[in-house]
């Protein structure tokens, strides 16, 4: 949990002056896993919640948050089906998670997010292009379930490209206004082994 700790401080650190964030922000950590990113934040002073349907990953998330004295709202939820009106000033969305659902699953997981953020606010999303993103995912110590499946089920997905999930944030208001391929600022391209993709929620659909 260390290694991944100082790993999520540095990305998420990166993500900040990236973003030129200056003020406290209401965040919003959709698949949040072990809650590495979503403490940090928090940490630096943020409000953040974190949401993901792993139980497992969640008890982990909870009982480093109370390790380093921060509070976090952790929850169990599927980001297919939530929403919160409008409040958020950032959501992260760091991983596959999108990937691994199918084309249904991924429409209503974007557009719930994108309810989800106030006027102006962004969105920041890796994207991991790997064979991996279209097959059932093991979650260690969790045999049978594929990442935050619920009941034994695993979730499928296709293979996700920068130019397909460009379209897909774009098709809900996200307005993507800075891909990278690296956490330096490199610009990226379709193809390349990771991509961080900031978008700016412009409108209301």
């Keep these: ?15 900040m002056r990236e973003l030129g ?3 406290p922000l209401r965040i919003l950590d959709a698949g949040c896993g072990c809650g590495a990113h979503a403490i940090f934040l928090a940490l630096e002073g943020h409000e953040v919640v974190g949401v993901d349907l792993c139980e497992g990953f969640l008890s982990a998330a909870w009982e ?8 976090v709202k952790f929850m169990k939820g599927d980001i ?6 409008g409040t958020f000033d950032l ?10 659902f199918d084309d249904e ?16 606010g962004l969105m920041a999303a890796t994207l991991i292009e790997s064979e ?22 695993t979730m ?18 996200l307005v993507p206004i800075k891909t990278v391929r690296d956490w330096k600022g490199a610009p990226s391209k379709d193809g390349a082994a990771r991509t961080l993709i900031i978008a700016r929620k412009e409108q209301e659909l």
């Design 1 to 15: 949990m260390e290694k991944k700790t100082a790993k999520a401080a540095r990305e998420a650190g990166a993500l």
């Design 21 to 23: 964030v200056t003020a």
């Design 64 to 71: 480093e948050a109370g390790k380093r004295g921060v509070e």
């Design 80 to 85: 297919r089906e939530m929403e919160y009106g």
């Design 91 to 100: 959501i992260l969305l760091m991983g596959t998670l999108v990937s691994l």
């Design 105 to 120: 699953g991924k429409q209503k997981a974007m557009a719930g997010l994108a309810a989800s953020l106030r006027s102006h």
């Design 132 to 153: 991996a993103t279209s097959k059932n995912i093991p979650v260690k110590g969790m045999p049978g379930k594929g990442i935050g499946a619920p009941s034994g089920k």
């Design 156 to 173: 499928e997905g296709k293979p996700q490209g920068l130019s397909d999930l460009l379209r897909l944030m774009e098709g809900h208001g």
